[in-house]
């Protein structure tokens, strides 16, 4: 299964009016049985890994492939960080796949479970 969410500019004024808007995505990805996931969110990142709480802790879920935006004001440390405390190693994104720590200024990131083969 493939699931493809991507946050529209709708969210972006909800968010901005103090409604919550993230819980669709918990909804749409929350016991699907994911094992993979692409973010790319033009800087909700952080809030898109709250709503996603549930699926993140999930055993199934091995790689998260992430696009951060940090010219946006994303903290790419704190949402590397966030990864790391689910159980997650941060990898750099092309070969040979090099273990990163979580770090400011950051633009993608693969974060996998279980190690990187």
Not at 9 to 38: F, H, M, W
Not at 45 to 62: I, P, Q, Y
Not at 103 to 113: D, I, M, P, S, Y
């Amino acid at each position: 299964m493939f699931t493809y969410l991507r946050k529209n500019k709708l969210d972006r004024t909800r968010n901005e009016a103090g409604c919550t808007v993230y819980s669709p995505y918990q909804v749409a990805i929350g016991d699907a049985g994911v094992d993979a996931i692409k973010i790319d969110v033009e800087g909700f990142e952080a809030e898109v890994l709250v709503g996603a709480d549930r699926t993140l802790g999930k055993a199934s879920l091995t790689s998260i492939f992430l696009d951060l935006h940090p010219y946006l004001g994303v903290d790419s440390a704190a949402v590397m960080s966030t990864l790391a405390g689910y159980g997650f190693g941060l990898h750099e994104p092309t070969p040979p796949y090099r273990s990163i720590v979580p770090a400011g200024g950051v633009t993608e990131v693969v974060a996998l479970r279980g190690g990187c083969s």
